[in-house]
């Protein structure tokens, strides 16, 4: 399985993104996806996760900002970050969990990571 994202850059504060993970695998719609970020000399830390229902989960301090989505039909995975504050800078990554998945906020839920896509959000 290839996960790719996509979407990172370069970005004030107070901007938004869209970020994008595509997908090789079929039966896309049928796996736990996730989001997940690291930061610079932090540890990885869980952003968002949506099962194969359609109901989704974010990070404690994520909700409101970030909303997490699926397009079946094209095998991707998006990420939509509004109001972007500098302590969002880091590389955020894209991952497929279990077939029929449940939520799940631990990286260990997660078998197959894309490369990431590094976001900057300057003050």
């Known amino acids: 399985v290839q996960l790719q994202a996509s979407g990172g850059g370069l970005v004030q504060t107070g901007a938004s993104l869209r970020l994008s993970c595509s997908a090789s695998?079929?039966?896309?719609?049928?796996?736990?996806m996730g989001w997940f970020r690291q930061a610079p000399g932090k540890e990885r830390e869980f952003v968002a996760a949506?099962?194969?229902?359609?109901?989704?989960d974010y990070g404690d301090s994520l909700k409101g900002r970030f909303t997490i989505s699926k397009d079946n039909a094209g095998n991707t995975m998006h990420l939509q970050i509004n109001t972007l504050e500098p302590d969002d800078t880091a590389v955020y990554y894209c991952?497929?969990?279990?077939?029929?998945?449940?939520?799940?906020?631990?990286?260990?839920?997660?078998?197959?990571w894309g490369r990431g896509t590094l976001v900057t959000v300057s003050s």
């Open positions: 949506i099962d194969w229902r359609g109901k989704t």
């Open positions: 991952a497929m969990g279990r077939l029929w998945g449940e939520l799940d906020r631990g990286a260990n839920g997660y078998t197959y």
């Open positions: 695998r079929r039966a896309f719609s049928s796996y736990l």
